[in-house]
């Protein structure tokens, strides 16, 4: 099933104007890659972290309107740096990926904020999906 067209509607849906930043933390450096490309090419403004220390060291945190990052991770885990956003009073929404969920974890990781808990591999459309309920449908053009 060819999906281009989805995402060709999905692209213009998309507004330019938004200057937020998805942030992608994960320390696979080729999956880091995949989920940056394929959400730079329907038009968000992404930047991508080797791990949730490089991300809070960064200066786009502040700008970041979405995180999308894995749950185990090399130094701070995806569900700790939830957790430290939070225990400072930042709550960024967040769509975790994983290839070693359960229910416990997802339940946890929701509780600190995701909005979404995808397992790897996961369908790009999926990702899509996550990535705009998390951006609170403020990325259309209408307004819807």
Same mark, same amino acid.
């Given at each position: ?27 696979? %450096? ?35 309107? /979405?995180l999308?990052l894995?749950v ?28 070693h ?7 946890? /990781? ?28 403020? %990325?259309?053009?209408?307004g819807?």
């Open positions: 099933m060819d999906s281009t067209p989805t995402f060709e509607r999905q692209r213009q849906r998309i507004d330019t104007r938004d200057t937020r930043v998805i942030s992608v933390v994960d320390d696979d %450096e080729s999956l880091r890659r995949s989920v940056g490309n394929f959400l730079r090419s329907v038009g968000f403004r992404v930047e991508t972290f080797a791990s949730a220390e490089d991300f809070l060291r960064s200066a786009r945190r502040e700008s970041t309107g /979405c999308v894995d185990r991770m090399t130094g701070m885990s995806g569900l700790d740096l939830l957790r430290h956003l939070a225990a400072g009073n930042v709550r960024v929404p967040a769509v975790v990926l994983t290839a969920g359960d229910e416990d974890i997802r339940q946890r /990781c929701l509780r600190a904020g995701a909005v979404a808990f995808l397992d790897k591999p996961f369908h790009a459309e999926a990702l899509l999906d996550a990535v705009q309920r998390a951006m609170g449908g403020h %990325e259309t053009r209408d819807g």
